[in-house]
């Protein structure tokens, strides 16, 4: 069974054409990668549907405009993957 | 469909929320100065057009879920494909259906059908947002109520 940052990271492989070995854990969606809010729709829209949940992407967009969060809190991948965890733990409690 | 004025659905068929699935009918009419440069003796409406009346359609569907107090805006589209021409005087059949409801964006799968055959088809994406003005909000309700949007489903202006 592939891990939430497996699936995730083959995710934005596939579509946003960046090689699978440049994504890792540690990476920033935004900065590192490249994608922008455009890509990240795409993005979204798989995740959301490979995991059965609601990426909260205004929510979280929101905070960071309003200086209530940063942007490495949702978008460095491996706390992305935490925050996608936690949906699926709400969406399973 | 007014080509001119880029009004490019003229009815709405049908329209359901719960199957996430809306219809309308648009005739391509038979004169238009596009015609004049698309093509000289081979009249086809443009490609960009038949995307823009899928996106249109789809836009009908997004509003009812909506209820009007947001308005989608076309972001993104996929795998567009058109098929055959789109000739002066066909009557369209325009097919939305809804995909994915995700935060702050909806995708819909759509396409164009004339007489039972596809003729093209695309996926769309499109962000969602606050309307701009007012104005812009009330001028939306009044073409809904125009293009026969479930009337059940249109709130009052204002």
Redesign the interface.
Known sequence: MSTTFDTVANIISETCDIPRENIKPESHAIDDLGIDS?DF??I??AI??AFGI??????W?QEVNEGKATTEQYFVLQNLCARIDELKAAKGA | MQIEVFILVDRIRSLSIEDGLVQCDSAVPVDSSIYLGHFPGHPILPGVLLIESMAQTAGWLILAHTKFERFPFL??V?EAKLRDFVTPGMQLLLEARLL??????F?TSNRVLVDGKVKCEAET?F?VMPFPSPVFRENVIAQARRVGFPAELVPNAG
């Not at chain 2, 994915?100 to 964006?105: A, P, Q």
């Open positions: 455009l729709l795409d979204a829209f959301d549907k609601k990426l909260p992407l205004e929510q967009t | 972001s993104i996929n994915h409801e995700g935060s702050g964006f995708k994406t962000r």
